[in-house]
């Protein structure tokens, strides 16, 4: 497996240099500084990828190209944001780099209600749907918000808001509207509830079908230029306010696959966010569409209850990480002996917790450094026990 690290560019509070030092190769970066819907330019991607390689490292993977949500729910500028998305896909395999991750989770993108949960190996974010609920039904107050839970769920947060002092009320807002690392959106409330009408009581069939759409769209672009996508589960794979979410299970998978019969048109594995549900065996996962992953997230979660879990560390939680790790070597021995070009599949570490003696204490929620470099450290050692088991 690759070795890669996201660093999201200049203003990265984590330099280049660290991330050498923790042992990663590859960067997956993205110019978060070009709204969604703007073409990146051949010499904007130059400037970056320049950057990088002047660091001693190279720029592996692209996470994220934005797909609009004009995308998503086929409005007006559909057209135009398909057509920035294959110019900004063409500029990238020009410039060399063969991964792009991406999602299609509509309006928000992965989302939290706890940003620093304490444990006992750190900090670590959390989402619980009680708290989700809350914020939904009696503080954003969307319209029919009610009917998207259970009585048991609804009864729960109801307490628990009349208990909410408003700082965290507010806290919550800022959370889940404002945008966390590499979205592109970042509401007020107002704002929010205009682009919920936009999707006016959209199916998961009907979400499916822009999606289908859109790899019509993207795919012959990326076969033309040597790039293989990368899906990225929805985070955390359960509906939230009220929008369909169509990449949550390993069906979803599997009908996404299914839409583009192309080794270019594959999944990002993201072992948390499809582990964050009990019915999810990621592992099998793994076994079951290994051709067609194009990139690894490997980061773990300890499910509380339904709808409730928390960033484990990379080796504890909820999923198996040792069999994953087997899986995924099994594919790139299978890939190495076809003489396939992608037989190393960047991974990354991902969400590690804010440890007490990270230096760098004001990283993006989910990229501490010390956090991630004690992932990234347990999970090389996996991977290099494993592979001398093989021998």
């Known amino acids: 497996m690759e070795k890669t690290w996201r660093w999201f560019g200049p203003d990265d509070p984590i330099p280049l240099s660290h991330v050498r030092e923790a042992g990663a190769t590859g960067i997956v970066s993205a110019l978060h500084q070009i709204p969604g819907g703007t073409v990146w330019t051949d010499e904007a991607i130059a400037e970056r990828k320049a950057l990088i390689e002047t660091a001693g490292l190279q720029w592996s993977v692209v996470e994220s190209i934005p797909v609009t949500n004009a995308i998503k729910a086929r409005t007006d500028t559909w057209r135009h944001d398909i057509d920035v998305w294959k110019e900004t896909l063409a500029a990238i395999g020009r410039a060399g780099i063969d991964t792009v991750c991406y999602n299609f989770m509509p309006i928000v993108d992965w989302t939290r209600t706890d940003l620093a949960w304490p444990l006992s190996s750190g900090e670590a974010l959390r989402f619980d749907i009680v708290d989700f609920a809350a914020y939904d039904v009696f503080v954003l107050q969307r319209q029919d918000a009610a009917s998207s839970y259970t009585d048991g769920v609804l009864a729960d947060a109801e307490e628990r808001y009349e208990a909410m002092p408003p700082d965290r009320q507010d806290e919550l807002e800022r959370i889940i509207l404002a945008g966390l690392p590499g979205s592109d959106f ?78 270019a048109n594959g999944l990002t594995l993201c072992a948390g966010s499809y582990g964050s549900r009990a019915d999810n065996d990621v592992p099998e996962m793994v076994r079951t569409f290994a051709p067609r992953i194009n990139f690894l997230h490997l980061r773990n979660v300890t499910i509380d209850a339904p709808g409730v879990f928390y960033e484990a560390e990379h080796l504890e939680g909820s999923t198996d990480m040792v069999a994953v790790v087997g899986a995924v070597l099994d594919e790139e021995d299978q890939r190495d002996a076809e003489g396939r070009p992608d037989s190393r599949i960047p991974m990354r570490p991902d969400h590690g917790h804010l440890l007490a003696g990270d230096p760098v204490r004001n990283a993006n929620p989910g990229y501490s450094y010390v956090g991630r470099l004690k992932g990234l450290a347990e999970l090389n050692g996996i991977i290099h026990a494993s592979r001398t088991l093989r021998q």
């Open 186 to 263: 970042a509401y007020d409330r107002a704002a929010f509830l205009d682009l919920l009408a936009v999707y006016d009581r959209m199916e998961a069939n009907e979400l499916l079908q822009s999606l289908t759409e859109f790899l019509n769209e993207v795919v012959p672009v990326a076969d033309e230029h040597g790039i293989r996508l990368g899906i990225h589960p929805d985070d955390p794979p359960i509906p939230l306010f009220g929008l369909p979410r169509i990449v949550s299970t390993a069906a979803d998978a599997a009908t996404i696959l299914d839409a583009y019969d192309s080794r």
